[in-house]
Nanobody, 123 residues
Framework: QVQLGESGGGLVQVGGSLRLSCAASGGTIASYAMGWFRQAPGKEREFVAAISWGEITYYADSVKDRFTISRVNMKNTVYLQMNSLKPEDTAVYYC?????????????????WGQGTQVTVSS
């Protein structure tokens, strides 16, 4: 059973950058599509970015051109580079494994969620 652990969150000023990591253990994610989601207080969890095993990427419109998802299979890790951060990016960010990527959408696998990492963007 794959387990996911996010890290790299923190407090950053508007316009700053952070890189989140999602490290997998208990199995390899090399053949999995992987996704990042976020949930702000009082809001539903929303899609942020996804990457297929072949490194096709999808992004939410709100983060396109600011965030970059990548993966290093040898490290069993997926990354989310976040630049030009805005206050509305404040949320808990979650990693998901083995979802379905189709026609621009990523459908998460409910069996594989991490515990999340807090990102706070201050103005």
């Amino acid at each position: 059973q794959v387990q996911l652990g996010e890290s790299g969150g923190g407090l950053v000023q508007v316009g700053g950058s952070l890189r989140l990591s999602c490290a997998a253990s208990g199995g390899t994610i090399a053949s999995y599509a992987m996704g990042w989601f976020r949930q702000a207080p009082g809001k539903e969890r929303e899609f942020v970015a996804a990457i297929s095993w072949g490194e096709i990427t999808y992004y939410a419109d709100s983060v396109k051109d600011r965030f970059t998802i990548s993966r290093v299979n040898m490290k069993n890790t997926v990354y989310l580079q976040m630049n030009s951060l805005k206050p509305e990016d404040t949320a808990v960010y979650y990693c998901n494994a083995d979802g379905l990527m189709q026609s621009g959408s990523y459908y998460p696998n409910s069996a594989y969620w991490g515990q999340g990492t807090q990102v706070t963007v201050s103005s």
